[in-house]
C-alpha cells in the first residue's frame, strides 16, 4: 500500500521533449496521481516553488538548467521529495544508481511501466531502491 494513495500524491513531470512529456502525464494521471508538467528546468523550478511534490520525475539533460540543479533545488525546498532522473547515458545511470546515491534513475528508451514500478518502490518504501520485489506491489486506485 501507498504511504499516501495516488489521488493525494502530486508527482512534477520534467521533460522537454512534449510527447514524452504528454505521455507520462498521460499515463499517471490515468493511475490517478496529480500531476504537474514542467518543459524545461527553469519551469520546473519556478513550479517547485509555488507546489510541494511527492516525486519528481526529471529527464537529465535538459535544455539551460541541468536535471542535476533542477533536482538540487527542488530537494532544497522540499527535501522529502524523490527523484526519478531519465537519462540516454549509461555511464550516469551506473553513478547515479549507486548504493550511496538518494537518486532514482532509468535509462531511456523508458516503457512507463519502468515508470511506475519505480514510482511504487519511491512511495512504499524508499529505503528499498531496487532492491525490493516490485511484483509484490499494486496501484492503488
Known amino acids: 500500500m501507498y504511504i499516501k494513495s495516488p489521488d493525494e500524491t502530486h508527482i512534477l513531470v520534467v521533460e522537454d521533449v512534449e510527447e514524452i512529456q504528454e505521455l507520462y502525464g498521460y499515463y499517471l494521471e490515468e493511475l490517478g496521481f496529480?500531476?504537474?508538467?514542467?518543459?524545461?528546468?527553469?519551469?520546473?523550478?519556478?513550479?517547485?516553488?509555488?507546489?510541494?511534490?511527492?516525486?519528481?520525475?526529471?529527464?537529465?539533460?535538459?535544455?539551460?538548467?541541468?536535471?542535476?540543479?533542477?533536482?538540487?533545488?527542488?530537494?532544497?525546498?522540499?527535501?522529502a521529495t524523490h527523484i526519478l532522473f531519465i537519462t540516454g547515458s549509461y555511464d550516469l545511470v551506473q553513478h547515479l544508481s549507486s548504493k550511496d546515491s538518494k537518486y532514482y534513475v532509468l535509462l531511456k528508451p523508458v516503457k512507463v511501466d519502468e515508470i511506475i514500478k519505480t514510482i511504487k518502490t519511491a512511495l512504499v518504501d524508499p529505503e528499498a531502491k531496487f532492491h525490493q520485489p516490485l511484483e509484490d506491489y499494486t496501484v492503488v486506485e
Open 34 to 79: 496529480n500531476v504537474d508538467l514542467a518543459k524545461d528546468g527553469e519551469d520546473a523550478i519556478e513550479k517547485s516553488k509555488c507546489n510541494s511534490y511527492d516525486l519528481a520525475i526529471i529527464d537529465f539533460r535538459l535544455p539551460g538548467v541541468n536535471g542535476n540543479v533542477v533536482a538540487a533545488e527542488i530537494s532544497e525546498k522540499n527535501p
